[in-house]
């Protein structure tokens, strides 16, 4: 077998640099580009799960106030109010904020939603629950 000359070699260095180059530079962009992604995944993630957090947190002292307010009410009536007031509890105490993965996340957070506001309209309180840039609140 004969021996490359340098020349040929050199050559062989120039015709392939454009696709050493191109492969060089996918291999940055991509390592680039999935080091911005976890970090904005992770940015978008704790906001989303604080504004879930702050809304669960603030069904369920509602709940609690409630409970005790309608504690000593022992008629029928309110004995459906304070039954209401426990599911909505349990099903709060249920969700799973320590896994990001439940496949039913959204679903049940829906549930309790739908369980706060009936258990606004038993109590005939309106609730209008907003999450915005600057604040929280739950009015009355």
Request: aromatic fraction near 10%; hydrophobic fraction near 30%; charged fraction near 30%.
């Amino acid at each position: 077998m004969e021996a490359a000359s340098p020349s040929s070699d050199m050559f062989d260095e120039i015709v392939m640099a454009e696709d050493r180059f191109h492969g060089e530079g996918y291999q940055e962009g991509y390592a680039e580009g999935s080091h911005v992604g976890v970090v904005e995944g992770r940015r978008y993630g704790s906001l989303h799960g604080a504004k879930i957090g702050s809304e669960v947190g603030c069904y369920l002292g509602f709940a609690l106030t409630w409970r005790c307010l309608l504690q000593k009410c022992m008629d029928e009536k309110n004995s459906k109010k304070r039954r209401a007031l426990e599911s909505l509890i349990g099903m709060i105490q249920k969700f799973p904020y320590e896994d990001p993965t439940y496949d039913k996340l959204q679903e049940d957070l829906e549930k309790i939603r739908g369980k706060f506001k009936q258990v606004c309209s038993m109590l005939n309180i309106q609730s209008d629950f907003r999450m915005g840039s600057e604040r929280s609140s739950l009015t009355f």
